[in-house]
């Protein structure tokens, strides 16, 4: 989600839904490394039954680093992707199921926020290298030194995108990876592998989100099924709760927001490449300018426990003396809904709601005074109240104003206080807030600010500087509101449903004002229906500047760069960027124009008889696969069907697959003879479409009551493992009869241990007590 500061604020504000994992080494002997023994119990004191990728997130980090020298070439990417995903096994070892999502093509609504990232990161890496031009001539002009710059291709991370070969390959790559993992790795042998590669329409975490509410759905889901969900985005704790699964978990890396970076012109920690002197010259004849001055280490890695927010929340929505039935799920719904008012990917955040000022702590406010008028919820099933959520909008609208001064006075505040040379005990009050400001701050001029909201005028001056009409322009604000208004029934409706439509997408760079939301009631009804996405190509088109033009067919790209082109206006060389309050230029709004879907296709049409048959092929949409192990109970059924004639659109027997239903359609080829020596012959990959995939128990309470203020104290350390009190287990009757259903028939399958508790009787049914 597009709240950089939303993970800080959640963990400062909610503590203990954070812990360290528990990472066990592989040993060294005589110069080799044993890999550790997944199939034995999680160190982490839980079992977890499901793990899903959201790869983009490992993808990025393991091609272009920003704390280790990267890789040399696509192998050692590959390689590194191989050895984060390996990690995460290890820490998180799934007993069911492991689903691998990438990326694919986006709904348009995602696309004007990857156009505005590919556009930014092309100018800055053209930025970046004349000013590292520059000030190595100035270094050198003043007898500094620094070693010779060595050619090399810059790596574009633009490639990481549907369609691009680098894909196609990384596809591929991974297909390899999983069969060797199924034939060598003891851990995978039962689990159920499924990789959803860029060639499947949807984003990776909403692909997973899909197959979650897939086996939801099915009458053989069993509601105990723990699930853990890797990625680094905010928006993966809204899914997960949406879900409203309760054993849900996600595993990203420790956020270390003053972790230092080397400078991009020397290499050397300490300093910025604004501020670089140079190298010592007895370093003359290195070639790795990050050999010795950038120490690499293991990035750690942290649980984020949704089951323990849950908790939080419990206690933070409940109310009483309500009008009508109070049911929490329908309360978590409404929170997650109001979170996306301070931000997401899709539309832009209110002005008057900023996250480091407290933004959802006041909407929750609101939300709790006004919920006796509502009469109701502002949510059901991914479905939008508007009547109710404009009793919302109109109370923020009330203390817009205020909350304007507010934050200018804060600004004045802070800055006074760092300018001060001497900072007395009553300035420590505030050292949290003030530590983060400082890092931020240097001698830089502070931008102009034209609109001034804390003056009055700010409602005119804005729309005048952002929009270009007049406030007076009702009919202008009314689209603005109607489209705002569109954006959030189509953002709920993605997270609680899946995409309602392909094309829609908030057609202005700026949002509204709370107070503007008046009358909203009736201006929206439903979406087109029938809409598909883009084709991958289409997509590139449509996100990728010029400069990156390298990964589309030669006549495409000649759209991008030729003087008579008819949508040469689609790829501006510069563009503005407009702080819009921020200081950095990052933080601010790209304002490059929207690309007109009807004009990108008739310009298409004359190129596409261009395309060679492996660019068709990448152009095209495919499907999730399963793989399959040989000790896998389904292996057997699918190894029969390849012996029937007629075998498309058979169902997944649930009793031979953790319960997941679906339709299996069999690939023609599913083993490769030209790779016999990479591609085990012992297990399947299947195409599967449309998949949908006890005694349910209440996970217990972890919260005790002075867990409820932890979140005002400093300083705070997330604890190691899910169990506070870790010692070194004991199994012995008690603590057998305490295990999880699944840690037992983990048990009974292993010799050792049962002889170890002298337990023999058979495993109890899931459905017994």
Known sequence: MGVPAFFRWLSRKYPSIIVHSVEEKGKECNGVRIPVDTTKPNPNEVEFDNLYLDMNGIIHPCTHPEDKPAPKNEDEM??????????????????RVLYMAIDGVAPRAKMNQQRSRRFRASKEGV???????????????????????????????????????????????????????????????S????????????????????????????????????????????????????????????????????????????????????????????????????????????????????????????????MASLPFPFDFERSIDDWVFMCFFVGNDFLPHLPSLEIREGAIDRLVNIYKDVVHKTGGYLTQNGYVNLERVEMIMQAVGVAEDNIFKKRKEDDVRFLSRANSSSAGPSDRTDSRGMKRKADDSDSEPEPEDNVRLWEEGWKQRYYKTKFDVDVTDEDFRQRVVKSYVEGLCWVLRYYY????????????????????????????????KGTKPFKPLEQLMSVFPAASGNFLPQTWRNLMTGPDSSIIDFYPDDFAIDLNGKKYAWQGVALLPFVDERRLRAA???????????????????????????????????????????????????????????TLNLDDDPILPDKESVWPDNHFHVIIKCLFLFIFRIPSKVLKPGDWEKGNREPWRPQLGFNPNRQQAHLDQSSFRALSYQHICYILHNQALIDLVGHSSPVPHANSS
């Open 191 to 318: 689990v159920t592998v499924f990789l959803s590669d860029a060639s499947v329409p949807g984003e990776g975490e909403h692909k997973i989100m899909d197959f979650i509410r897939r086996q939801r759905a099915q009458p053989n889901h069993d509601p105990n099924t723990h699930h853990c969900l890797c990625g680094a985005d905010a928006d993966l704790i809204m899914l997960g709760l949406a879900t409203h699964e309760p054993n849900f978990t996600i595993i990203r890396e420790e956020f270390k927001p003053n972790k230092p970076r080397p400078c991009a012109l020397c290499g050397q920690l300490g300093h910025e490449i604004k501020d670089c002197q140079g190298t010592a010259r007895e370093k003359q004849g290195q070639h790795d300018e990050f050999a010795d001055t950038m120490p690499v280490s293991e990035q750690e890695f942290i649980f984020i426990r949704l089951s323990v927010l849950r908790e939080y929340l419990a206690r933070e929505l409940t």
């Open 497 to 528: 449903q899946g995409c309602a439509s392909w094309k829609w997408y908030f057609p202005f760079h700026y949002a509204p004002f709370a107070s503007d939301f008046k009358d909203i009631k009736g201006m929206f009804t439903d979406f087109e």
């Open 604 to 662: 298409l049409a004359d190129v596409y008889p261009d395309l060679t048959p492996e660019e068709v092929k990448r152009n095209s949409l495919g499907s999730d696969v399963l793989f399959l192990g040989k000790s896998h109970p389904l292996f057997d059924f699918i190894q029969e069907l390849y012996r029937t004639e007629s075998h498309e659109g058979t169902e997944i027997p649930p009793e031979l697959c953790h319960g997941i239903q679906g």
């Open 78 to 95: 590959m390689v590194a992707i191989f050895e984060y995903i390996d990690r995460l096994f290890n820490i998180v070892r799934p007993r």
């Open 127 to 189: 930025e970046l290298a004349e000013e590292k031009h520059r000030i190595r001539e100035e270094i050198i002009q003043r007898g500094g030194y620094l070693p010779p710059d060595e050619i090399k291709e810059r790596f574009d991370s633009n490639c990481i995108t549907p369609g691009t070969e680098f894909m196609d390959n990384l596809a591929q790559c991974l297909r390899y990876y999983v069969a060797d993992r199924l034939s060598n790795d003891p851990g995978w042998k």
